[in-house]
């Protein structure tokens, strides 16, 4: 019987495990452990890293994996780059499931830079009023720049960095257009700062920065080596029963 490794943290990756639990797949979701209350999962979950690609390699041999999915989000380069010669070392089939990249559309008015250090550039040097929609990780770039008012938003209470001005808005995805709309209005926002994300989860804020017509710094996803790649849960499906990559 075929195991199947999926590496998660993404709406993706959940509605993935959903349909492996409905098949009656043996499966495992692994989450890095960094927010406090993941989702709970309709297959047996593991946390915490695997120690780099020996340790990810090493659990695959010893778990006996057959199969390695990484559903992980597009900005969790490492882990995907870890994947990939994780799965050559241990040789199992490896496939991603991603989403696609979001696109400018009309109305829109996006900046597209490639990290959050170019974010910041972007901002410009007058303070401004800045929703920066990034989390956690990355928040300590925009320190350099502590005339702007932030508004922040994270998974998990925690304390924000070195930011004089902000206010911590703590909530989890998915969002909704409503939502975003009053967050953006009550706090008097006049730019966007997001990572390119794609998928539903995280696009509701893009749709009320266009509606409002406010201005969007876009981060660009970071370099992962490729792979093979697919965008729905379907495509996986017919990789694992019929090896066949339809890929994005
Ligand atoms: C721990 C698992 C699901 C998956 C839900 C998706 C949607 C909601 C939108 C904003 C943007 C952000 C952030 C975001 C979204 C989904 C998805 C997505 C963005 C959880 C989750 C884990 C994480 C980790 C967390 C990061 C942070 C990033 C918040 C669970 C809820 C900003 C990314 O405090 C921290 O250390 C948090 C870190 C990585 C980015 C950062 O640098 O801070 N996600 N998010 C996963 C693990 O431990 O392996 O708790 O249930 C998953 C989801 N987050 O099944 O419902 O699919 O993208 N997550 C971004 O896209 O910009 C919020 O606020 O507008
Ligand atoms: P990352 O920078 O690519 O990975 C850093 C280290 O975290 C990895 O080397 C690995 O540690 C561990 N790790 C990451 N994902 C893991 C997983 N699913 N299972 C076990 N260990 C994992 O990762 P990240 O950007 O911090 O993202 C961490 C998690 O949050 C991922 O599951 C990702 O899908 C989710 N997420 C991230 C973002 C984001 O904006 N980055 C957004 C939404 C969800 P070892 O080397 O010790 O194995």
Do not use: C
């Amino acid at each position: 019987m075929r195991h199947i490794l999926l590496l998660g943290g993404t709406t993706e990756a959940s509605a993935l495990a959903t349909v492996l639990a409905a098949r009656g797949e043996r499966a495992v979701l692994s989450y890095a452990g960094r927010t406090e209350h993941p989702r709970a999962q309709a297959i047996p979950i593991r946390i915490g890293g695997f120690g780099g690609v020996e340790g990810l390699a090493h659990y695959i041999t010893r778990e006996g994996v057959t199969h390695l999915v990484d559903a992980t989000h597009p900005f969790a380069a490492r882990i995907s780059a870890n994947a990939i010669a994780a799965a050559a070392l241990a040789n199992v089939p490896l496939l991603a499931l991603t989403r696609p990249e979001w696109v400018e559309g009309a109305g829109d008015r996006w900046t597209r830079v490639a990290d959050s250090e170019q974010a910041v550039a972007a901002l410009g040097t007058d303070p401004a009023r800045v929703f920066l929609a990034l989390g956690r990780q990355t928040i300590g770039d925009f320190a350099s720049a502590p005339q702007h008012f932030y508004l922040l938003r994270f998974v998990d209470a925690a304390e924000p960095p070195a930011l004089p001005h902000h206010h911590l808005a703590v909530d989890r995805g998915p969002f909704t257009l409503a939502g975003e709309l009053a967050l953006l209005r009550d706090h008097r926002i006049a730019v966007v700062v997001a990572k390119n994300a794609g998928g539903s989860g995280a696009r509701a804020k893009l749709d009320a920065a266009r509606e409002l017509g406010l201005p969007v710094v876009m981060i660009d996803r970071p370099f992962i080596p490729p792979r093979a790649q697919v965008s729905s849960v379907v495509a996986v499906l017919d990789w694992l029963d019929h090896g066949v990559v339809r890929g994005v």
